[in-house]
């Protein structure tokens, strides 16, 4: 397997997405995965370098990479950016990821010669899971497959008591479990959701859905995510859910990434198999 970093710099908002290419050993032009990480989430947090080695090993072009405002800049491990951060809506992240599809398009990716640029799939967890849905909905000529992992099913998930904060203040805080620090939440975010309520209304939207999707479900989740994948899962007309039994919001990673848990184990492999099944010659 072959990794290359890469940064591409969008010329404006100081906004700048890096990431990592991981390559199978074959070199023949391979479907190219986006693996898009959720709110406070990164692309080198936890299972997501396993995930993109995993699925590189098995034939795939994987993109790990940090959306431009999510809040990791040079420094790859912690949250230095907390403006940009605070100003992270889906609108931004959307952009994102047209941008980095559009290069693969043009051929302007690392190693673009091993990425067949007709067979495009989308991975996301959480917050990754709803922008995957997203934007698979508005370009649906482009995307050819998606999976998700223990995804939101709504754009406004924030809690009650941030989402008050933001309302009466205009900033509202987050806690990051791991470190303790306070990530901030400004109004431009929930303005943002407001003003494009129709094209962020995932579960509205997903009765136009007609290509294959899977959700991957912990049945430990936080509540609301089990209900939310089941909801999902009747109303994309090409769904396929999978529980995985005792799997939490991160299918048991901790971050710094510890061990391979049977729960991660068993996420991985149907997101493999899946992509597999849709993103192979035959069936593009």
Same mark, same amino acid.
């Given at each position: 397997m072959l990794k290359k970093s890469f940064s591409f710099d969008l010329g404006k908002e100081n906004r700048v997405i890096r990431g990592d290419v991981r390559l199978p050993k074959l070199q023949s032009p391979s479907p190219v995965l986006f693996i898009c990480h959720g709110f406070k989430g990164f692309k080198d947090w936890g299972f997501f370098p396993v995930l993109a080695e995993k699925l590189a090993e098995t034939g795939f072009v994987a993109v790990t990479f940090n959306f431009s405002m999510n +809040?990791?800049?040079?420094?790859?491990?912690?949250?230095?950016? %907390?403006?940009?951060?605070? %100003?992270?809506?889906?609108?931004?992240?959307?952009?994102?990821?047209?941008?980095?599809?559009?290069?693969?398009?043009?051929g302007d990716f690392p190693h673009a010669d091993a990425i067949d640029p007709g067979r495009i799939g989308l991975f996301g967890h959480s917050r990754g899971g709803g922008n995957s849905l997203i934007h698979a909905l508005d370009h649906p000529d482009r995307i050819k497959a998606v999976a998700v992992w223990n995804s939101i099913h709504r754009a406004d998930f924030f809690a009650p008591e941030v989402m008050d904060d933001i309302e009466r203040k205009g900033i509202g805080y987050?806690?990051?479990?791991?470190?303790?620090?306070? %990530? /901030?939440?400004?109004?431009?975010?929930?303005?943002?959701?407001?003003?494009?309520?129709?094209?962020?209304?995932?579960?509205?939207? %997903?009765?136009?859905?007609?290509? /294959?999707?899977?959700?991957?479900? +912990?049945?430990?989740?936080? /509540?609301?995510?089990?209900?939310?994948a089941q909801e999902m899962a009747d109303l994309a007309d090409k769904a396929s859910l999978c529980l995985i039994e005792g799997a939490n919001h991160t299918m048991g990673a901790v971050h710094p990434f510890e061990?391979?848990? /049977?729960?991660?184990?068993e996420a991985i492999q149907a997101t493999s198999s899946f992509f597999l099944k849709h993103l192979s010659p035959e069936q593009v």
């Open positions: +809040g990791i800049g040079e420094d790859l491990e912690n949250f230095t950016e %907390l403006e940009k951060f605070s %100003l992270n809506t889906f609108s931004r992240e959307q952009e994102d990821l047209a941008f980095l599809i559009q290069k693969v398009r043009e987050v806690s990051n479990a791991r470190t303790g620090q306070l %990530l /901030p939440v400004r109004r431009e975010v929930i303005e943002d959701i407001r003003q494009n309520r129709e094209r962020f209304d995932i579960k509205k939207r %997903l009765s136009d859905l007609h290509i /294959p999707l899977l959700i991957v479900q +912990g049945t430990e989740d936080l /509540p609301g995510f089990l209900e939310g061990k391979m848990t /049977p729960q991660l184990e």
